[in-house]
Nanobody
Framework: QVQLVESGGGSVQAGGSLRLSCSVF????????MGWFRQTPGKGREGIAT??????STVYVDSVKGRFTISHDANTLYLQMTSVRPEDAAMYYC??????????????????????WGRGTQVIVSA
């Protein structure tokens, strides 16, 4: 059973940077498709970036394009956040799926498509 554990959340000033990490357990390699979602109170979960580790292909939503970068190493998924804005404050979730098809679309697939979820890490943005 794959387990995802996020870390790196915390408080950041607007305009600053933060790097989130997602450690993968229970698998000898990264799942075929991985990504990051975020959620604010009263709103649904929004997919913001996806990655196919084996191919290196990425997808971003417009609101984070050019500011956030999704990447990985052997056992960890990252989200480098730069030029952070107040509207980026949210709970951030790492997601994964054993099928690369979930990532093979021009925008992040909806929450129901993802098999594995982490518990989330909170990002707070101060003005």
């Amino acid at each position: 059973q794959v387990q995802l554990v996020e870390s790196g959340g915390g408080s950041v000033q607007a305009g600053g940077s933060l790097r989130l990490s997602c450690s993968v357990f229970g698998s000898t390699s990264l799942p075929a498709c991985m990504g990051w979602f975020r959620q604010t109170p009263g709103k649904g979960r929004e997919g913001i970036a996806t990655l196919i580790p084996r191919a290196g292909s990425t997808v971003y939503v417009d609101s984070v394009k050019g500011r956030f970068t999704i990447s990985h190493d052997a056992n960890t998924l990252y989200l480098q956040m730069t030029s952070v804005r107040p509207e980026d404050a949210a709970m951030y979730y790492c997601v994964a799926d054993p099928s690369s098809l979930v990532c093979s679309v021009p925008r992040p697939s909806p929450p129901a498509m993802w098999k594995y979820w982490g518990r989330g890490t909170q990002v707070i943005v101060s003005a």
